[in-house]
């Protein structure tokens, strides 16, 4: 069955110039395995179509559980250039939380 | 077996709860406070502060803070670090002996300045010398830029405030030292860590990135379960309780709100992360795939495993040059058709603005409600029919002063020639803003040598 990536991560975002960084963690450890398999740096770059310029980079963290995403040519030029609301990221990780997955029953 | 050290953080950016240094320091045993003031955008605007008076261009909001604090810091023996010198390290530390004296605390308190990573007038040398300081997004010479920079820095690592902490100082005061290195460096002090124990400097430098931005590690800006995370009001600021081992627990005051857990920090762990296996500091290289975090008690997360590399020949260099000129404008549209008023505006306004013939690098429309935060994304969510109220907020960018002034002249019409049912312009015209732009680059360590005072009050 599709469940929301909300109902089974937490994430945190921030930036570097004009780099968002989004940091999906799973909220129990069987979700993990799932979130490697679906949630590919393909995948998040099709989710955020029209909203980045850049690549998508996908980093593994099994320790914690967590992956972390570098979405480029996110922020519209980034910090004090960006006329975005969100010009430093900050909530770009929510935004990942939207995307769904299939979770087994 | 030496004791534990405490380190409490005080501040995790210029402008952050006034509240939090002085509740660390009296809630309960610390031994150093660390607190963190500077940003990308910050050394800009303390240089121009230092360029219209010499004696400005630190974080002025820091000394009334010491000064309500220092009797207790001296009462209880509690050491600070604390990069609140921003691009005059010297006079901050002079305004903060100042204060001392005036609270009768002569001969009693040692101040440690550590300047040296300013480059602003060593910038023609370097360059001249084949130093290009590239743009780490773009590659481009910063000669390209030159004659527009406002600010340069490289970032210092934790030695030369060690090396302060060594000399007796107990509060010291920086210009562009890491945020992490103000943790980092009281551990090395401590413990007596080696330049090339690179595991434990990767832990006392995780252990920075954990408390560099204050509450967001207890329980502050915390998405997960945030609606039972208790007590905001009275957040607890993180602490690092660190052994010698480079093993380290993450904990708060009791009888404060907010909360320690496993979820919690491992969400600030990856804040503002790059690649995991390389996060880079003047200190060393740590590998953030290597942290264990285990909940050993209520508030309290322990940190172990840690493993770092050598640190690389290289310091970071943060350059601020002036870009150009931006304002954002917005105007509230409300129920029936509230979106199609707010988008019928922004036609009419990118319209008026072709028709002046004004030349913007950017125009950036967004609708806060709708699609600010989640783009498309956010959008394809709402139901525009029912939304009682749109926020229009149009922004425009230019190199040039004049569009940009034009264009803030543009929105106010709209109240009465554009769409109707249109309110909250209370504010008035929107401001042209300046924009300093932020180049980051890379020097040779070898180049920059940072310098190290320490002054008896």
């Excluded at chain 2, 670090?81 to 001969?107: F, I």
């Excluded at chain 2, 030159?146 to 340069?152: G, L, Q, T």
Aim: hydrophobic share 40%; charged share 25%; proline share 6%.
């Amino acid at each position: 069955m599709k469940k929301r990536l909300l109902e089974l991560a937490h994430a945190r975002s921030g930036d570097k110039g004009d780099t968002a960084n989004v940091g999906l963690i799973a909220k129990h450890p069987k979700y993990y395995p799932l979130l490697v398999k679906q949630v590919t740096a393909a995948r998040v770059a099709r989710h955020f179509k029209g909203m980045i310029t850049g690549k998508v980079e996908r980093f593994e963290l099994p320790n914690l559980r967590a992956l972390n995403f570098l979405l480029h040519g996110a922020l519209d030029g980034g910090g004090t250039i960006s006329l975005k609301t969100d010009a430093q990221g900050k909530v770009f990780s929510t935004a990942l939380l939207r995307m769904e997955i299939e979770v087994p029953k | 077996m030496r004791s534990p050290v405490r380190i409490a953080a005080g501040q995790g950016f210029w402008g952050d709860w006034l509240e939090a240094p002085y509740r660390q320091v009296t809630g309960g045993p610390v031994d150093y406070l660390m607190m963190d003031y500077l940003a990308e955008v910050t050394m800009s605007i303390l240089q121009k502060q230092k360029s219209r008076d010499p004696s400005l261009g630190y974080a002025k909001d820091f000394l009334p803070l010491m000064e309500r604090m220092l009797p207790v810091l001296a009462e209880r023996r509690i050491k600070v670090t604390a990069n609140a010198g921003g691009v005059n390290p010297r006079a901050c530390a002079a305004a903060v002996a100042e204060g001392a004296r005036r609270l009768g605390l002569q001969s009693k308190l040692k101040i440690g300045v550590v300047s040296g990573d300013d480059l602003l007038d060593r910038l023609n040398g370097l360059i001249g010398r084949g130093h290009d300081l590239r743009n780490l997004d773009t590659g481009r010479p910063l000669r390209d830029v030159r004659d527009r920079v406002v600010s340069a820095n490289a970032y210092l690592g934790a030695w030369p405030v060690v090396e302060a902490l060594r000399r007796g100082a107990d509060v010291v005061i920086t210009g562009r030292v890491t945020d992490t290195g103000l943790t980092l460096a009281p551990l090395i002090h401590a413990f007596d860590w080696r330049a090339d124990a690179w595991d434990l400097l990767a832990a006392g430098t995780v252990a920075g990135h954990i408390i560099e931005c204050g509450a967001q590690a207890s329980g502050g800006n915390c998405l997960v379960d945030w609606q039972s995370i208790p007590d905001l009001a009275n957040v607890g600021y993180p602490i690092v309780e660190a052994s010698a081992d480079g093993t380290f627990d993450i904990v708060k005051h009791p009888r404060t709100g907010g909360r320690i857990s496993v979820p919690g920090v491992t969400e600030q762990l990856v804040y503002e992360m790059g690649d995991p296996r390389e996060y880079i500091t003047p200190d060393c290289v740590a590998d953030f795939t290597t942290i264990d975090l285990a909940q050993v008690g209520k508030d309290r997360v322990r940190v172990s495993g840690v493993k770092g590399k050598p640190a690389t020949d290289k310091l970071k260099v943060s350059v601020a040059y002036f870009y150009g000129y931006k304002a954002v404008g917005t105007l509230v549209y409300a129920w029936p058709d509230a979106l199609q008023k707010a988008e019928a505006a922004d036609r009419i306004l990118r319209e008026r603005l072709k028709g002046l013939g004004l030349a913007f690098e950017a125009i950036h429309t967004e609708f806060l409600g709708v699609d600010a935060t989640h783009g498309r994304l956010g959008r394809e969510a709402v139901d525009s029919a029912t939304l009682p109220e749109v926020q229009l907020r149009i922004g425009v960018r230019a190199r040039e002063q004049a569009p940009v002034e034009r264009f803030t002249r543009e929105l106010a019409p709209l109240i009465l020639n554009g769409p109707p049912s249109v309110t909250g312009f209370a504010g008035g015209r929107p401001k042209p803003e300046e924009i300093v732009a932020y180049w980051p680059a890379l020097i040779d360590k070898q180049v920059v040598k940072p310098m190290v005072e320490v002054v008896e009050v």
